[in-house]
């Protein structure tokens, strides 16, 4: 079985500074990862995802997320975010099988403030 | 385009009043899924179907059903619906677990039982 945990439900951010949103993860078999957005009063879209190869990932919107397999962590970061990146981010994970659900953690949202 | 469809997106009810909730995809996957959303408890799965007629239960399948007779659509049906299902709900597809396949999200239902 597969567990997430986000660790921050929320994060407050000024405008155009850095910010991680953390989440660590628990399996006993290997995992693939994924990051979602959820925009106000909008479904979920994909970010990005950790398949395998390099642990550095790049996704949609200058968002990057670091696989560290000694950590079981999957940090989401950013180098100077904007307003339009409030939304609150979800991480989930998905085993190998073919009967692999997908399982989320609980949610972080970011706020950003002017 | 790649859509998943739900409806209705918005729904006030009363208690015991039996609801579908539609969900429809173009994309021809075989994984389908619903969840629902509530505050601090991120996405919560209800019931998946890894292909027409295969359905199992998800983390809180209690008060809802749900059919897979068409490999596009996935009715979840609540047969006598009380104040505790009020929640946002997500229906979502992808093609077959077990490869990283992006899970593709609807717009959301948000539903009111009173």
């Known amino acids: 079985a597969q567990s997430v945990t986000q660790l921050d439900s929320q994060v407050p951010v000024f405008e155009e500074a850095p910010v991680e949103l953390r989440c660590n993860y628990s399996s006993s078999v290997s995992v693939y990862l994924f990051w979602y957005v959820q925009y106000p009063n909008q479904g979920l879209q994909l970010l990005l995802k950790y398949l395998s190869g390099s642990t550095l990932v790049k996704g949609i919107n200058g968002f990057e997320a670091e696989f560290n397999k000694s950590q079981t962590s999957f940090h989401l970061r950013k180098p100077s975010v904007h307003i339009s990146d409030t939304a609150e981010y979800f991480c989930a994970v998905r085993g190998y099988s073919s009967a692999s659900k997908i399982i989320f953690g609980s949610g972080t949202r970011l706020s950003i403030r002017p | 385009e790649a859509q998943v469809t739900q409806n209705p997106r918005y729904l006030i009810t009363v208690t015991g009043k039996k609801l579908t909730v539609t969900c429809s995809q173009n994309?021809?996957?075989?994984?389908m899924s619903w969840y629902r959303q509530d505050p601090g408890l991120g996405l919560r799965q209800i019931y998946y179907?890894?292909?027409?007629?295969?359905?199992d239960k998800g983390d809180v399948p209690e008060g809802y059903k749900v059919s897979r007779k068409e490999k596009r659509n996935f009715p979840l049906i609540l047969e006598s619906p009380s104040p505790n299902q009020t929640s946002l709900y997500f229906c979502?597809?992808?093609?077959?677990?077990?490869?990283?396949?992006?899970?593709?999200f609807g717009e959301g239902s948000w539903l009111t039982v009173v």
């Open positions: 179907s890894m292909n027409v007629e295969v359905t």
């Open positions: 994309m021809n996957h075989e994984y």
């Open positions: 979502a597809s992808s093609a077959q677990g077990g490869s990283g396949n992006t899970i593709y």
